[in-house]
C-alpha cells in the first residue's frame, strides 16, 4: 500500500507543479508555494520538477524562455514608466 500511497503523492506534487506553471512561476517559486501552501518539501517539488523536466525537455525549454522573454519586456515596461514619470516631473 506505501507504493500506490507515494504514486498518489508524486501525482498531486506532479499536479500542483502544473498550477504553478499556469501561474507562470519559476522552480524556485513553486517550491516556496508549494512548501508554505501545501507543506510539500522543496526538495520533493524540485525533485517531481527535475523528473518532469527530463520526460518533457522541448516544454521546459520554451517555458524557460518564455519566462525570460516576459521578464524582459516587464522591465521594458518599467523603466518606460519610469522615464514618462520622471520626465512628467522635470515639466512641473
Known amino acids: 500500500m506505501e507504493d500506490s500511497s507515494s504514486a498518489a503523492y508524486i501525482r498531486l506534487v506532479h499536479r500542483l507543479i502544473e498550477e504553478c506553471i499556469l501561474f507562470n512561476m519559476s522552480k524556485e517559486e513553486c517550491m516556496e508555494a ?15 520538477w527535475k523528473e518532469l523536466e527530463k520526460e518533457n525537455k522541448e516544454f521546459f525549454e520554451a517555458y524557460s524562455r518564455s519566462r525570460t522573454e516576459r521578464a524582459s519586456e516587464r522591465e521594458t515596461r518599467q523603466r518606460i514608466r519610469s522615464m514618462v514619470s520622471d520626465s512628467s516631473k522635470e515639466r512641473v
Open 34 to 48: 508549494l512548501s508554505k501552501h501545501a507543506n510539500i518539501k522543496p526538495v520533493i517539488t524540485s525533485t517531481v
